[in-house]
């Protein structure tokens, strides 16, 4: 799959799992930060998307917070992150 298609069906997820209705996929920069600016996400919201993820895409985070907040950093972390996880 394709590094942006991936982006786009992050965002897709974002949407509907966080019921961010007023957004659509084009309105999320896949470089701004999720959290705190950015979207402004809350650690709610990371525990939502990571469930989402991890039925949608079958992925495990780790314990290590430091090792999450990387990978929550932005939908392209996000995206590298599926994207290294799908290929393990």
Known sequence: ??????????KELLI???ALEDLG???IDPAQPLFVEGLGLDSIDALELGLALQK????TMSADA???RQHFASV?????FV???RTL
């Open 66 to 68: 430091q090792e999450v």
């Open 1 to 10: 799959m394709q590094t942006r298609e991936l982006e786009t069906e992050i």
């Open 56 to 59: 949608r895409y079958g992925v």
């Open 16 to 18: 509907s799992s966080l």
């Open 25 to 27: 996929p084009e309105d």
């Open 83 to 85: 994207a290294a996880q």
């Open 76 to 80: 392209q972390a996000l995206a590298k």
